[in-house]
């Protein structure tokens, strides 16, 4: 999902055109060919669709921003602009080392590392769906001439941005302690973005589901921080326990954060949609919270969980927007 999806969406919003180009058509066939390969253990044609993929993000990456990220370091430089492409450099470099890991551990054997593994990096790819989120809600936000706010908008981007990474590395690096102080880090950086956004947002229906994202994610960080520090307690790291959490996590995650973002970057140029969004906004947290953990453990709510999940889809996807009525009409 992450990578296949997410990452054609992530194309496709760069590219700020009606239609999915060939450019993004082929890399969402594609990165269906590496899931499936990458699957099925067939590591040649993995990596080389992998770079294929990369060079397919670079080259919508530099059409739009200098090939160095020299806007990074630019305080002037709009905030949206640097999560914009800090969101595509981690997917095509995320695209490359998965590729290397799979060279190292299937054929080199250089590193050994428990944590240094493909799944780990599949997970990874959500990374780029969050800073493209962050993206479309910094611009959103209005252009203040404070001083302060300019400088908490450039302070959120370099702690979301940096404290991913060093997350990642200590994740490889299995430091449980140090992965609590870096996630909390990035819970207080979350903290901050969401009360920019509230404060500086422009009222927009937009606003309503990026702000029900933002609650996700936080939500995320929490049950995060809660599993980690639970490994400190082998006496409550239960495998009940453990999988609740871990769920619990992952459907917020996935199924909330990312689609709340992925969902209004879809339909950017439809808003406002053609219906409520606050009873939408319930009917997702609803099905987020209460009916998919529950699903975990009973099939029928799982059954339940899904079906109403389709339904969801199904309405933010196919209600009609402004524009649509606008070129029908």
Known sequence: FNLCSGGTIVLYYTENIYKASAKVIAFCVLAIAYAIVAFLKIYIPAMMIALVLALIVESVRIEKFPVFPINFFKSSAPVHEKFHQA?????????????????????????????????????GFSFPLSLISMSVMFSLMKEEMNRLIHILKNVSFWSVTLGVIIFFGFIMAEQLAWQVVIT?????????????????????????FLLSGMVFLLFTAI????????????????????????KLHAF???????????AVICRYRDFPILLHSEKII????????????IGVYCRFFAGIAVFAYTILLYIIFSTRGSSELKRKY
């Open 184 to 208: 909390t880090i990035l819970t207080m950086a979350v903290i901050l973005i969401l009360y920019l956004f509230k404060t500086l947002g422009v009222h927009v229906q937009q606003k309503n």
């Open 87 to 123: 969101s595509l450099l981690c997917l095509s470099i995320g695209l490359v080392m998965s590729a290397m890991v799979i060279l190292n551990n299937e054929y080199l054997k250089l590193i050994t590392i428990r944590k240094l593994q493909l799944d780990t990096f599949f997970l």
């Open 282 to 293: 319930f009917f997702h947290w609803l099905i987020v919270l209460i009916l998919a953990p």
């Open 223 to 246: 049950t995060g921080i809660a599993y980690i520090i639970l490994e400190f307690f082998p006496e409550y790291y239960t495998p009940d326990a453990s999988k609740f959490l871990l």
């Open 252 to 262: 917020v995650s996935l199924y909330g954060w990312n689609l709340s973002g992925l």
